[in-house]
């Protein structure tokens, strides 16, 4: 899940990542490619359950 505000504020709401994604994951940020070729960074704080295979 994505989140459009830190997990702690107190009013959030978020997206889940399409299954057909790639995503690369470093230090601080995910770099998610999508299936049209367009990509979405975003920081790994903002992120939750992210389940990798």
Known sequence: ???????TAASN??????????VDVYDRL???HLA????QVVQLDL???LKLK
């Open 47 to 49: 992120v939750t359950d």
């Open 13 to 22: 709401e978020g997206s889940g990542i399409p299954q057909d994604a790639r």
């Open 36 to 39: 049209d070729g367009s990509r």
């Open 30 to 32: 995910i770099i998610i």
């Open 1 to 7: 899940m994505i989140w459009k505000y830190p997990r």
